[in-house]
């Protein structure tokens, strides 16, 4: 539908008609050119009801996968139970029992001492508590056009929670780095879902300049609580600004290693992109595909939602959350007119690096109708978000694309 023609159709039908069309919040969706409504989420399983959630929307139950809508996304601190889940396998039993029995921590491989830890004797390594975006790297996969496999992701794959543990660097530097170390490849408990335990659900890793960095950390803690079997427990890593994925859950080994990981989701198109631009639907040879490692500068809009109603005597406040793999954000902006024009909005400084940073602006509209608001993210860099799906890729990941919501103007 073209702008002209959506805006007659919202003079004759009204914006709750228009609701029902666009779903939840007008954004660029299913198109890879401006002007175009995203569709509406699917429907969730019907078993939606996962333990310590409440409000997110289930993507799949088997592996447990959900996300949050984005009107609930506007603490500083994502609760944990708003936080998005993305599993691979099943949740370890150990997890949902809360049980530490027999549980160590092996750190071998590459290495001059290999250690066995209790999570006692990894607390002595000094505990640290970070403020820190996790993303999946298929948030906003929804909005691949031809689509792409997997879990439809809208904008609610990511989270901002207040995570306890100690740096990674120590412990690594505690077993003595071999220089022929490269990467570090994590191994957790949780079941294949085949039930085969001679599978692994999940086993990534990360080079070993991004393990000693020193925001990388193990966590044991979650907004003040022990892991929640959902997100790890008894202990998980976290990688900030790289994929969700590399932030392995339920761990039990750490496996220094002299090359690139090979373990299960880190070959083929996983967790990669394309070397080069390619055309929407196209098929990519897998040697022509690289590791996804910084994810991009993203925002949302928490308020208003889309779809409200709003008197042009006052002006709307909004807020939302911005951030980048990169760690800080340098600007948000916010336009009114289809990108015509942009006004600066008031953006925090992190509460740490990797936290994401509050913004809020005011907007006033000149006359009553239909308005769509989209905002943009720059990072420290200068790269900015783009307005529509960037780079089509096999696998849906890396959408940073403006969110729009709309607003009704009375």
């Given at each position: 539908m073209s702008r002209t023609s959506r805006r007659i159709f919202l003079r004759r039908t009204g914006l709750a008609a228009v609701g029902a069309v666009l779903g939840p919040q007008v954004s660029i969706g299913r198109s890879q050119t401006a002007g175009k409504a995203a569709e509406g989420p699917g429907p969730a399983p019907?078993?939606?009801?996962?333990?310590?959630?409440?409000?997110?929307?289930?993507?799949?139950?088997?592996?447990?996968?959900?996300?949050?809508?984005?009107?609930?996304?506007?603490?500083?601190?994502?609760?944990?139970?708003?936080?998005?889940v993305r599993n691979n396998g099943h949740v370890p039993a150990r997890a949902e029992r809360g049980d530490l029995t027999g549980w160590s921590l092996a750190v071998d491989g590459e290495v001059q001492r290999a250690l066995k830890l209790t999570l006692d004797e990894l607390k002595q390594y000094g505990a640290i508590e970070r403020a820190l975006v996790l993303e999946c790297a298929g948030n906003g996969r929804a909005g691949f056009n031809p689509p792409a496999s997997g879990n439809q992701w809208t904008l609610g794959g990511v989270g901002c929670a207040l995570y306890r543990g100690v740096r990674l660097r120590d412990v690594l530097n505690a077993a003595g780095i071999k220089p022929t170390a490269v990467y570090?490849?994590?191994?957790?408990?949780?079941?294949?879902l085949s039930g085969d335990l001679k599978?692994?659900?999940?086993?990534?890793?990360?080079?070993?300049?991004?393990?000693?960095?020193e925001h990388t950390m193990l966590a044991w803690e979650m907004n003040g609580e022990p892991l929640p079997a959902l997100h790890g427990f008894p202990l998980r890593l976290i990688c900030p600004g790289w994929p969700a994925s590399t932030s392995g859950?339920?761990?039990?080994?750490?496996?220094?290693?002299?090359r690139e990981h090979d373990g299960e989701k880190m070959t083929g198109h996983s967790y990669r992109l394309p070397r080069y631009p390619v055309a929407p639907g196209a098929t990519v040879p897998k040697e022509d595909m690289a590791m996804i490692?910084?994810?991009?500068v993203k925002s949302l809009i928490s308020l208003p939602g889309s779809g409200v109603e709003h008197p042009v005597s006052r002006a709307l406040a909004m807020r939302g959350q911005a951030w980048s793999g990169s760690g800080d954000v340098r600007a948000l902006q916010i336009s009114i007119d289809f990108g015509q024009s942009w006004l600066n909005a008031d953006l925090r400084?992190?509460?740490?690096?990797?936290?994401?940073?509050r913004w809020?602006?005011?907007v006033r509209f000149p006359v009553r109708g239909y308005y769509e608001i989209w905002a943009r993210a720059t990072d420290a860099a200068g790269?900015?978000?783009?307005?529509?799906?960037?780079?089509?890729?096999?696998?849906?990941y890396c959408n940073n694309a403006m969110q729009r919501i709309a607003v009704k103007v009375v």
């Open positions: 019907a078993s939606g009801v996962i333990p310590g959630k409440r409000g997110v929307r289930v993507l799949s139950d088997r592996p447990i996968n959900c996300e949050t809508p984005v009107t609930l996304l506007d603490d500083e601190i994502t609760p944990n139970h708003l936080h998005f570090v490849g994590y191994y957790g408990e949780d079941p294949h599978r692994q659900a999940i086993s990534r890793g990360v080079p070993i300049a991004k393990a000693l960095d859950k339920w761990l039990t080994r750490l496996w220094v290693r002299d490692e910084e994810l991009p400084r992190p509460r740490n690096k990797y936290a994401w940073q809020t602006a005011e790269r900015m978000q783009p307005m529509v799906v960037p780079g089509w890729n096999p696998e849906g």
